[in-house]
């Protein structure tokens, strides 16, 4: 914990930056396949589905500037790359599966709800 | 529950359009603070700094789509209108505040990796 008095408007703002970091979906499906062990990138493209290579490149560099993926090349012939969670992204694990089994369990509550508000406002 | 025969690839993608819209941010913000009871937009607007009248519009607008908010309009002169959660949007506040504490608690390890990854590869 900082010792320096925080502005509140300051750390609301900066818990938001955070959050739309790991709701993002791809980020949320990424850190959920990694969480079942190291993976490669090929391995982590045919788990995912819809994802191009450029989103989850772009994904796997988000994670691992967040300080919550790590990447490590092994230098075999030809080199192969590991992608795995840190305790940082391990951590995150438990809130991310709670938010994934909501989704799951009230998807087709929320997909009646939009079909009645598109047909209202229709 | 639906009795068709789901193609989990389908399941997947649903599931990611819901957390890309729950994840979201603003409407995390939003959530939070109806969860301590019903409000005015404007109340709204002066709690979640940053927040742009149209962008609150817009989250409000896409909370009610999904069923997570409700708006009542009392037939007072002037009118007065309340946002409330819903059970359903109730049921999203346990999730969302386990992601919230995570990311508070986390904020500044995620902020000390993204300043050695910039420092690493600038």
């Known amino acids: ?49 819809g994802i191009s290579h450029r989103m989850l490149t772009l994904t796997l560099r988000g994670l691992q500037r967040d300080g919550l993926v790590r990447r490590t090349q092994f230098p075999t012939i030809p080199p192969r790359v590991d992608y795995e969670l840190t305790d940082l992204g391990l951590s995150l ?16 509550s929320i997909e009646a709800a939009q079909r009645v508000y598109d047909g209202e406002t229709a």
Chains 1, 2 share one sequence.
């Open 1 to 49: 914990m900082s010792t320096e008095v925080a502005n509140p408007r300051d750390d609301c703002r900066a818990l938001g930056q955070v959050i739309d970091r790991i709701g993002d979906k791809w980020t949320v499906m990424v850190v959920g396949h990694l969480s079942e062990g190291p993976q490669r990138f090929n391995g982590l493209m045919r788990a995912i589905p």
């Open 93 to 108: 694990t438990g809130p991310l599966s709670m938010l994934a089994r909501w989704a799951s369990a009230e998807r087709s």
